[in-house]
């Protein structure tokens, strides 16, 4: 049902400054009864602003769709602050200790208030969302609990991900947090939309928002003799995925192996055999195939979104635009085109 007395706002109109000012008052306000205990560490949290991309969408798909601008507001607040629960409890699952260019929430304040800061900021989002509409809390139940299960199947799982399991685990992790703010505007202000075509968008989206996080994980190592993150705790990652597949299966098989004996730490990342795994995948042509594959996705992506109604291509613009930008800093073009220049 359509919310009454809607103010349609013309969100094309909308500064993105203006946006993401009116999201950070709104999180101020939901966060201010955070309890005692963690309201100093939700305050240094906060303080630090990521770029809004999943807030602005939210409130401009909202926004386009008719809800009015308390709503479209309220939800984009929900969406961002369930984003911010996935970032700290996924920086405590991975182990990592920087992010946005400070000292990442459990590193700082300990594994345990992580964990809690991030169980607060799940149940305020749900707050959220119930006062934007009570319609979207069954749409933010789905989106965590599907991107719960992709990230649990990174630690419950044999051997090391094929190509096609990556990319299920990728989707299954990041999708649905990406999708969920035009979904859940959509049934803020019961307005139809092509959920199929927007997911199937958001799918390839998402992929290559993890490849190019692999990337760049890849990226940070491969001129050292130390093993990359990803490799050295044998996390999901595509161009390691495309490696293992290149394999004969002798030895795929002992890669797999491999990956479990450091997965239950029953051998180093320093280990000998470690660093050699390590020279091959820097040695092999994984690389230029994973370029490969992210231009594929990226180019799925921009199918999926010129079919969708213009107003919808001008909801996702700032997001799309920005997944350009991001695959034109890992040099796409010049990756694929390696090999035919050497």
């Known amino acids: 049902m359509r919310l009454a007395n809607t103010i349609r706002i013309d969100h094309t109109m909308q500064k993105s400054s203006e946006i993401s000012s009116w999201i950070s008052s709104r999180l101020c306000e939901a966060t201010t009864d955070a309890p005692a205990a963690l309201r100093e560490i939700s305050d240094a949290h906060m303080a630090i602003e990521g770029k809004r991309l999943r807030g602005h969408m939210a409130f401009q798909a909202a926004s386009l769709f008719g809800a009015d601008f308390d709503a479209a507001i309220t939800w984009a607040a929900a969406v961002e602050l369930i984003h911010d629960a996935s970032l700290v409890h996924d920086d405590l699952c991975d182990g990592d200790v920087e992010r946005r ?149 002798p030895v795929q098989s002992r890669f797999d192996q491999w990956s479990d004996r450091i997965r239950v730490a029953k051998e180093s990342c320093d280990s000998q055999e470690s660093l050699q795994w390590w020279r091959f995948v820097r040695q092999s042509q994984s690389l230029t195939y994973t370029a490969q594959r992210l231009h594929f996705h990226f180019n799925m992506a921009n199918n999926e979104l010129n079919r969708l109604p213009t107003e919808m291509q001008c909801v996702l613009s700032k997001f799309h635009q920005w997944l350009d930008y991001e695959l034109a800093k890992v040099n796409v073009s010049a990756l694929i085109n390696k090999d035919s220049n050497c």
């Open 101 to 249: 260019g400070q000292q990442t929430v459990f590193k700082r304040y300990g594994e345990a208030l992580a964990l809690c800061l991030g169980d607060y900021y799940i149940s305020t989002a749900f707050r959220l969302a119930a006062s934007a509409s009570p319609d979207t809390v069954i749409m933010l139940c789905d989106a965590v609990t599907k991107s719960t299960g992709g990230q649990a199947s990174e630690f419950n799982m044999a051997g090391y991900p094929s190509w096609s399991r990556y990319c299920e685990i990728a989707v299954q992790k990041t999708s649905p947090l990406l999708s969920l703010p035009i979904t859940g505007a959509a049934k803020l202000a019961d307005y139809p939309v092509d959920q199929q075509r927007v997911e199937s968008y958001f799918a390839n989206a998402a992929t290559c928002f993890q490849i190019i996080n692999d990337l760049n994980n890849f990226f940070a190592s491969q001129s050292s003799d130390e093993l990359c993150s990803d490799l050295a705790n044998c996390r999901p990652n595509a161009l390691i995925s495309c490696f293992r597949d290149s394999l004969k299966a």
